[in-house]
């Protein structure tokens, strides 16, 4: 069972250029959710779907877009990288959006995006 | 005031150890209580949830959780060198979908 899967792996923009970051999940999971990490800095949310065709913004969106035409994908869009977007990029997902449930999140194993 | 504190570390140890990890917080609508375990290069994993105030015990790890003072631990009892890794606190509150605030995590490393 692969889980929550990003690629790629690594990637270095140069300032200006577009990428995708993509995330794909098989475990038929309705919320998902992209985070950066940065150093000493804990996870900030980015943004977040509770199911195909529905997303919102989270804590930091600017300079960011995402789609969620799919269950299994929710890629997330750099468009005109800028150094401030050097970071680690996590997805996740979860059965359950609210937490009482105690659905934990799953995560991938991040992509580690620097813009030069 | 950020909403949750969490010292960064790193907190160095010897195998055997008791450790005590912490969170602060301000948002007093919090009341679900996470903590994650994250290996280098590697995503977060759940280890400990708890609901409310009180104690939740798995093994060698305790979670705490004092809503009257915006206070949460993690207690990791006889630590070994594998649990070296950052923990994050993580909290929600129970409106809508809620999404989850974390801490900034704290690097723990156990030697042998």
């Known amino acids: 069972n692969a889980g929550v899967t990003q690629t790629p792996k690594f990637r270095i923009l140069k300032i200006g250029q577009s990428m995708t970051l993509q995330c794909t999940q098989d475990m038929n999971h309705n919320y998902m959710y992209w985070y950066r990490q940065d150093p000493g800095m804990g996870l900030k949310l980015i943004y977040y779907s509770v199911g195909a065709g529905i997303t919102d913004k989270g804590e930091v969106p600017n300079g960011y877009n995402v789609s969620r035409s799919t269950t299994e994908d929710f890629p997330l869009r750099l468009e005109l990288a800028a150094p401030s977007q050097t970071s680690v990029y996590f997805c996740a997902s979860t059965s359950r959006g609210r937490t009482v449930q105690g659905s934990p999140l799953h995560f991938g194993n991040g992509t580690r995006l620097t813009v030069t | 005031q950020k909403e949750v504190e969490q010292d960064p570390g790193p907190l160095s140890v010897p195998e055997g150890a008791i450790v005590s990890l912490n969170c602060t917080y301000s948002?007093?609508?919090?009341?679900?209580f996470m903590w994650y375990r994250q290996y280098s290069r590697k995503g977060p994993e759940l280890l400990m949830y708890?609901?409310?105030?009180g104690n939740k015990e798995d093994g060698r790890f305790t979670a705490q959780v004092d809503k009257s003072s915006k206070y949460i631990s993690l207690f990791i009892r006889d630590s070994q060198p594998s649990d070296s890794a950052t923990y994050l606190c993580?909290?929600?509150?129970?409106?809508?979908?809620?999404?989850?605030?974390f801490g900034k995590g704290t690097m723990l490393l156990v030697s042998p």
């Open positions: 708890t609901y409310s105030s």
């Open positions: 993580a909290m929600s509150d129970n409106s809508g979908y809620s999404t989850l605030t």
């Open positions: 948002n007093s609508a919090f009341q679900y």
